[in-house]
């Protein structure tokens, strides 16, 4: 379904300026910088208490900025009360008032702001139909999946008209198929409108099947800021490399895995699972441990050297706990992580060559 061309919103870019947010001592957001661009989608990914969800809380206005400077649209927002912030936002928990209808529940902010009657019925109709709720309009949220409680929070979201939508984990609490579903139709609608999406998630899937803009944290600070394929095919760091990818990429220290020689420098070395094969003299080898059989491909698991790795094998192959296996891989897939740091280190990719190649 097509809206009328009022929904469609210009996005604004919004940007973090040495940010921080600390409780005491302690630093929940360690004085991040970065920007999000107008009209993109944005997603702020990370493990429970990375910071992700305390930044979306600061760019909306609901938690104080200890130091630092947001600025949206250009216009420096950080003292500013939630309400000013010409911005929308989509809760996990959606907030739908449980005495409103689903009509009522959309409009509701409108008819706040007073926005008159004949207006608030013509973006109602244009939103309804966008989200495919014209039917439900008179029913009450108790009366409605968690799907289509996601739409009516949506569509209180769009109704808007704002330049910058918000959204923190909102697809949480639905089951695989409703998530996978809601992806697709919040990415549509995005782009179909072209506000400004900033998204919250703990879970990759939807950041790398959403997203133009990956913001990684970990620990209150920044890892990487990427596009989705950036992010798998280049990360910056062995965390990202980490946290990336199903089943995440293998981080294998060099002692394991003895690649570049008596006087190498101790590195890590990253290998996903997908880029190891079978071969007859490869320089990974290891004795399988356990193996998961996934339909199309089999996960087998394998001390190598101490560390456990993971491969991702063709199902045809036959393979049995406590063979010795031998894998090789392409010297593209071969990824180098400091030690200490845990930053990339390309600079040493490009100095050992074909030193990495397997045979």
Known sequence: MTSRQSVAVAGEEIRL???????GDSRAVDDISVTLPAGAFTVL????????????????GLEEVTSGAITIGGKDITGLNAARRNISMVFQSYALFPHLSVAENITFGLKVRRVAKAEREDRLK????????PLLLDRKPSQLSGGQQQRVALGRAIIAEKPVCLMDEPLSNLDAKLRHEMRVEIRALQQQLGFTMVY??????????MADQVVLLNGGKIEQVANPRALYEKPATAFA????G????????????????????????????????????????????????LGADTLVACDVGGTDVLARLPSGRSVAAGDALS????????????????????DLITQIGLQVQSS
């Open 17 to 23: 300026e040495n940010v921080v947010k600390a409780y």
């Open 45 to 60: 990914l990370g493990p429970s208490g990375c910071g992700k969800s305390t930044t979306l809380r600061m760019i909306a």
């Open 126 to 133: 244009t939103v309804a139909d966008l989200l495919g709720l």
């Open 200 to 209: 919250v998630t703990h879970d990759q899937v939807e950041a790398i099947t």
């Open 241 to 244: 490399a980490r946290f990336i």
């Open 246 to 293: 199903s089943p995440p990429m293998n981080i294998i220290p060099s002692t394991s895995l003895p690649l570049l020689g008596e006087n190498a420098p101790d590195v890590l070395f990253g290998l996903r699972p997908e880029a190891l094969e079978l071969r007859s003299e490869g320089p990974v080898r290891g004795r399988v441990r356990t193996i998961e059989y």
């Open 327 to 346: 894998f090789g891989f392409a010297p593209d897939t071969l990824h180098i992580f400091d030690q200490t740091s845990g930053k990339r280190r390309d």
